[in-house]
């Protein structure tokens, strides 16, 4: 099949939900993609599965009072939407909103998906003191599903797979897109390269290699092919400097190779606007894989809200710049110190109750669906075997007995003398100091206690209370914490039924983007500020627009 109704480029989560909705609708699909078939699902299946969801059933069970009102004041107040091109974002915004606070739930669970029983409370700001609405989760959203990942994919990807079987949809991997073909102002197909075979495993780096030249025809084109933070020299380039810091000289990838961009140039060429960017997610508590798949990979860790948080030279990172508040803050705060890099300092009861890895290879016991796992890993003795792995093979860890010990192997790692023993110890022990009532003038205490007074994490992912140099709570450990490329928060505009629009603000005959390329929907529909759980959220549904517009007739 070299034509067809519609061709989409690029087989992750967000062209997964496009073609299948088509396929419901009888549309005949090619889906391209630059990668072997092994890579069917892309950035989405190494994903925690993460849903940003309003008002669910898991929410109430845990006693979580939200509603979409309170939900859209935490999404605008953390977009910060402030120029004339958010017009579309903002619209995607409310719909999204609308669509986690109603359908998505029902429409997934009906599909098979489920969900972890315990909400994850991500990105909980820290900006509610102005009078404004700040950025920030006000109660937990993030549903974790059961599979992670992969529990993500699976239920569109078997959808999809029907739909090839019944001669619907046709696959065509290593086939890399340099060309939107345009005809009389419309889209009428794609031209490229077909890319020598592949064989290596989900993920890893695969060749360039060119075997021949390709050329598909259809009268609609998906753009479905990710963000930029595979590449570092694009991320360099497109970074906000004057609200962010000048980019570090070193980050580790938070994605795979593949994730490069390319689509989103080559739809420009076809007329595509690009909007925000600038605008981008980042993460600033990575770990260099000890295990990589990918080149440079990094993890992120997923922290709770105990580790003490100081800067390259030692110095206590100031709120909201506390574990899991607030993301894009708290890389402004380290980048302003000339340095790319700073310190995690906790103990052992720490890491056993707050340190999770995102990802889905990091959590097998989430992503193997069996509570039996899941209870061995979560409730036994130690922090999961995931971590503990990074502690004892991770070169970013440090692991002492006594503080002397442990300030000593930290300015070891960075081969420099940054971090003064007697500064680090005064600055330990004043927040020692506040541990004996429950409550105290330290702010990272009293967001603990906060924290605790939320069933789920009194339960799994807050550590009670404890003064960090007791050596029985020990021993004392160090993470060197690097920056992670993720997520590309801007894209190319679109309106609500995912067609691309041009310069003018006129939708292009044919053309639409999803997902990241489309900054998940609108051009940038989390403005400046993500609230987590919508990066998958987004692709399903601005692939789901897609797959239904009645612009694909």
Sequence with gaps: MDAADVIIVGSGLAGLAAAAELGDRGKSCLIVDQEPEQFLGGQAFWSLGGLFMIDTREQRRMKIRDSKELALSDWMGSAQFDRPEDDWPRQWAQAYIDFAAG?????????????????????????????????????????????????????????????????????????????????????????????AAAEQQRGEKTNRDVIRDFKFSAPSIIVASGGIGGDFDLVRQNW???????????????????????????????????????????????????????????????????????????????????????????????????????????????????????????????????????????????????????????????????????????????????????????????????????????AQITAINGARNYLGDRLIRTAKPHKILDAQNGPLIAVKLHIVTRKTLGGLQTDLQSRALNADGEPITGLFAVGEAAGFGGGGYHGYNALEGTFLGGCIFSGRNAGRSQAIG
């Excluded at 005809?183 to 490229?192: D, I, R, W």
């Excluded at 390319?262 to 000890?290: K, S």
């Excluded at 509570?371 to 070169?395: I, Y």
Aim: aromatic share 8%; hydrophobic share 35%.
């Design 240 to 442: 906000p400097v004057k609200r962010l810091g000048k980019p570090p000289k070193s980050m580790v990838a938070g994605v795979p190779f593949h994730v490069d961009g390319r689509m989103i140039g080559i739809a420009q060429q076809a007329g595509a606007n690009l909007i925000n960017p600038d605008r981008m997610w980042h993460y600033t508590e990575g770990l260099r894989n000890w295990n990589p798949i990918w080149p440079n990979h990094g993890i992120r860790i997923l922290p709770g809200p105990s580790s003490m948080w100081f800067d390259a030279t030692g110095n206590r990172l100031p709120p909201p710049c506390l574990p899991g508040f607030d993301t894009l803050a708290t890389l402004r705060e380290i980048l302003k110190t000339g340095h790319d890099y700073s310190w995690f300092v906790l103990t052992q009861k720490i890491i056993e109750k707050e340190f999770a890895l995102s990802g889905s290879e990091q959590n097998p016991d989430l992503t193997s669906k069996s509570w039996m796992e899941v209870l061995k890993s979560r409730l036994g003795k130690g922090a999961t075997p995931s971590v503990e792995a990074f502690k004892q093979n991770g070169e970013d860890f440090v692991v002492a007995d006594n503080l002397h010990d442990l300030v000593a192997g930290m300015n070891r790692l960075t081969q420099a003398d940054l971090i003064n023993y007697q500064h680090l110890l005064e600055q330990i022990e004043a927040r020692d100091g506040q541990i004996d009532n429950s409550y105290c003038k330290d």
């Design 103 to 195: 359908e998505m739930r029902p429409w997934l669970h009906n599909m098979g998906m489920r969900w972890f029983p315990v909400v994850g409370w991500a990105e909980r700001g820290g900006n509610g003191v102005t009078g404004k609405r700040g950025h920030g989760n006000s109660v937990p959203r993030f549903h974790i599903t059961w599979g992670t990942g992969p529990g993500v994919v699976e239920p569109f990807e078997r959808r999809v797979r029907q739909h090839a079987q019944a001669g619907l949809i046709q696959f065509k991997f290593r086939h890399r897109v340099s060309k939107i073909d345009m005809t009389n102002g419309a889209t009428s197909g794609v031209s490229g390269e077909v890319l």
